[in-house]
């Protein structure tokens, strides 16, 4: 089983910066990927960005250029550095691993951004 612990997560203004991290542990696997999705209230879950082991990342569209996706191997920590945030970008963000054998979910951490 793994466990995910993130952190980072808060309130900041329009414009402002907030940085997630998210520590795997308890896992032998082999992981493909590490990533971030987000949910606002009514809407799905979305794939924010990825990285894989490799070091190529993925990135929804409406964050290139403002966010940025990076990961420790060695501690299996993946960090997203938001920067420039709107607040369209509010909601619950989760850390999700991608291993050999499955994927695991973080319990999410909210990000507001007030106007």
């Known amino acids: 089983q793994v466990q995910l612990v993130e952190s980072g997560g808060g309130l900041v203004q329009a414009g402002g910066s907030l940085r997630l991290s998210c520590a795997a542990s308890?896992?032998?696997?082999?992981?493909?990927?590490m990533g971030w999705y987000r949910q606002a209230p009514g809407k799905q879950r979305d794939l924010v960005a990825r990285?894989?082991?490799?070091?190529?990342?993925n990135y929804l569209d409406s964050v290139k250029g403002r966010f940025t996706i990076s990961r420790d191997n060695a501690k299996n920590t993946v960090y997203l550095q938001m920067n420039s945030l709107k607040p369209e970008d509010t909601a619950d963000y989760y850390c999700?691993?991608?291993?050999?054998?499955?994927?695991?979910w973080g319990q999410g951490t909210q990000v507001t951004v007030s106007s």
């Open positions: 990285i894989f082991s490799s070091g190529s990342t």
């Open positions: 999700y691993v991608e291993t050999v054998f499955g994927g695991f």
């Open positions: 308890g896992t032998n696997f082999r992981i493909v990927f």
